[in-house]
């Protein structure tokens, strides 16, 4: 049960790992110290929701109703265009990405929605928890469980690890050259993401 469990975590964490919209976007919330918690637990739960569809056997999704997945791919890449773009403009006009935590910005709901969009339109994030991480856990049994607990751990460790520990990059992000790097950097990998699900990777 506990080489379940480490094998899931260890697996999750290296899938997450790599900076992607969601990563950015966490850390990015986690620098300006805006609704840092909301934001880590809700990229948190939702990966612990398709972990469990995953481990529960929703892995055939895919191909049960393959109509989705073009949908996915393109709104996706759609919604990541227009982030990137927002992130571009940021970076061009800088000043308010300055700001102070929690002073003006974006309300809670505007931002829990734009970072659940970042996370259910990614189709990346159903390959890598419902179909990879469900299709590994079947060679646990009967330890599916354990394996899936394992990956919910890495992800919720991960998410909060990266939202609270921005902060200790707060020193370098008090110059607004280095805001306006992020955000060209975010907008970059935004854009780099989209051409991704457009050319169907």
């Not at 227009?82 to 505007?110: T, V």
């Not at 969009?117 to 179909?131: E, F, G, K, R, S």
């Not at 079947?138 to 330890?143: L, Q, V």
Request: proline share 3%.
């Amino acid at each position: 049960m506990w080489d379940a469990a480490i094998a899931g975590f260890s697996l999750s964490l290296g899938l997450i790992l790599a900076i992607g919209a969601q990563n950015a976007f966490v850390l990015r919330q986690g620098l300006k110290r805006a609704h840092v918690f909301e934001v880590a637990l809700t990229c948190a739960l939702s990966d612990a929701v398709l972990i469990a569809a995953g481990v529960a056997g929703f892995a055939t999704l895919a191909d049960i109703m393959p109509g989705l997945l073009p949908w996915f791919r393109w709104g996706g890449a759609v919604f990541l265009v227009a982030y990137g773009a927002r992130s571009f403009w940021a970076a061009w006009r800088g000043g308010e990405a300055l700001e102070s935590a929690g002073n003006g910005g974006p309300s809670l709901l505007a931002t829990l929605a734009t970072c659940l969009a970042l996370t259910w339109l990614n189709p990346h994030v159903y390959l890598d928890t419902v179909a990879l991480l469900g299709s590994i856990s079947t060679r646990y049994a009967p330890h599916e469980v354990a394996f899936g607990a394992g990956a919910t751990l890495a992800s919720f460790t991960f998410f909060f690890t990266l939202a609270y520990g921005a902060r200790l990059l707060a020193p370098v992000f008090a110059r607004p050259a280095a805001w306006r790097v992020l955000d060209l950097g975010i907008g970059v990998v935004m854009w780099i993401i989209a051409a991704g699900l457009v050319a169907g990777g």
